[in-house]
């Protein structure tokens, strides 16, 4: 069983910071953390920031220069620093891990809500 468990969320003013934690529980043997991904509501989820090693992230056009995905393998925690967040950053925010080994499972957490707003 992996439990992934995002924390961080809440209400933030236009030009405001977050930072969103996943930490991951578990039988968490050869399972990495891959990536932020974000949802609203009727629209299909997104990715936002992905991060295969420690220096090679990947990020959505409309959240680069803003956001940082980065990970500490240590603590099986992956984090997302949100700046300058806009009106149209608000969603639910999700984190993503996949084993690296069969039976190549996919873990999702169950999101945590980003809203910003005046």
């Known amino acids: 069983q992996v439990e992934l468990v995002e924390s961080g969320g809440g209400l933030v003013q236009p030009g405001g910071s977050l930072r969103l934690s996943c930490a991951a529980s578990?039988?968490?043997?050869?399972?990495?953390?891959m990536g932020w991904y974000r949802q609203t509501s009727g629209k299909e989820r997104e990715l936002v920031a992905t991060?295969?090693?420690?220096?090679?992230?990947n990020y959505a056009e409309s959240v680069e220069g803003r956001f940082t995905i980065s990970r500490d393998n240590t603590k099986n925690i992956m984090y997302l620093q949100m700046n300058s967040l806009k009106l149209e950053d608000t969603a639910v925010y999700y984190c993503?891990?996949?084993?690296?080994?069969?039976?190549?499972?996919?873990?999702w957490g169950k999101g945590t809500l980003v809203t910003v707003s005046s």
């Open positions: 993503k891990g996949a084993r690296t080994s069969w039976p190549f499972n996919d873990y």
């Open positions: 578990g039988y968490i043997t050869n399972v990495n953390l």
């Open positions: 991060i295969t090693s420690p220096a090679i992230t």
